[in-house]
C-alpha cells in the first residue's frame, strides 16, 4: 500500500484538460521533490515532469507539474488519444529511511 | 542512448531465490550522478521501489522487502544485479531496472522489463 495517493481514473473528451492530483505528507511530497511517469499499456514507465514542474526534452508542453504543501498535481492539456495511459506520482520517503515511493496510480481515458 | 536490459529466469519456484541482472549500455554505471535501481510490478497493479545502489556499492532498500533482498553492482561489466529470497506468488511482477539521477532526482531511464512468475 502506498503512501501517495492519487484518484483511480480520469477522463476527458479530447482536447480537454484533466488534472491528477497525488496526496502525500510532510515526510514525503511536504519536503521532497515530485516526479511524474507516464505509463502506456504493455510498455516501461517514462518520465514526464521531474522537480516538481520541470519537463525533459521531448516532453510537449501541454503536460505540466505543480505542487502544493503536502500534494502534487499533473495537467495535462489539449487531451489526445495517445495520452491514455496509467500515470504515477513519486518521491522519497523520510520516514522509510529515505526510501523511494510511487502514487496508487490513475488511469487517464479519452473519451 | 542509454539502455538498459533485463535478464534472467522468468520462472522461479516459491521459496526459491529470484535473480535478475540488469545490463546497462551507452553510459557508465560508475558515473557519481547516478544510482541504479529495481522496481517491479505485479501484474495489475502500481509500481513498487525495491530498493537501489550506487557505484561504490552502498546500498538502500525498501523497508518492507529488505530481510530478503540484494542488491549488488559489478562495474567491470557495466551491471547491477537483484536477489530476492524465499520467493512467493506474491512476488510475481514485471521487474524493471532503472536509473535515478541525483540531478533530476527521479527515474529517468527505465528498462523494458522482465515478468517473473513464483509458481511451482
Known amino acids: 500500500q502506498s503512501v501517495l495517493t492519487q484518484p483511480p481514473s480520469v477522463s476527458a473528451a479530447p482536447g480537454q484538460r484533466v488534472t491528477i492530483s497525488c496526496s502525500g505528507s510532510s515526510s514525503n511530497i511536504g519536503n521532497n521533490y515530485v516526479s511524474w511517469y507516464q505509463q502506456l499499456p504493455g510498455t516501461a514507465p517514462k518520465l514526464l515532469i521531474y522537480e516538481n514542474d520541470k519537463r525533459p526534452s521531448g516532453i510537449p508542453d501541454r503536460f505540466s507539474g505543480s505542487k502544493s504543501d503536502t500534494s502534487a498535481t499533473l495537467a495535462i492539456t489539449g487531451l489526445q488519444t495517445g495520452d491514455e495511459a496509467d500515470y504515477y506520482c513519486g518521491t522519497w520517503d523520510i520516514s522509510l529511511s529515505a526510501g523511494r515511493v510511487f502514487g496508487t496510480g490513475t488511469k487517464v481515458s479519452v473519451l | 542512448q542509454l539502455l538498459l536490459q533485463e535478464s534472467g529466469p522468468r520462472l522461479v519456484k516459491p521459496s526459491e531465490t529470484l535473480s535478475l541482472t540488469c545490463t546497462v549500455s551507452?553510459?557508465?554505471?560508475?558515473?557519481?550522478?547516478?544510482?541504479w535501481a529495481w522496481i517491479r510490478q505485479p501484474p495489475g497493479k502500481g509500481l513498487e521501489w525495491i530498493g537501489s545502489i550506487y557505484y561504490s556499492g552502498s546500498t538502500s532498500y525498501n523497508p518492507s522487502l529488505e530481510s530478503r533482498v540484494t542488491i549488488s553492482v559489478d562495474t567491470s561489466k557495466n551491471q547491477f544485479s537483484l536477489k530476492l529470497t524465499s520467493v512467493t506468488a506474491a512476488d510475481t511482477a514485471v521487474y524493471h531496472c532503472a536509473r535515478f539521477g541525483r540531478g533530476r532526482w527521479s527515474f529517468d531511464y527505465w528498462g523494458q522489463g522482465t515478468l517473473v512468475t513464483v509458481s511451482s
Open positions: 551507452g553510459g557508465s554505471i560508475s558515473s557519481s550522478r547516478y544510482y
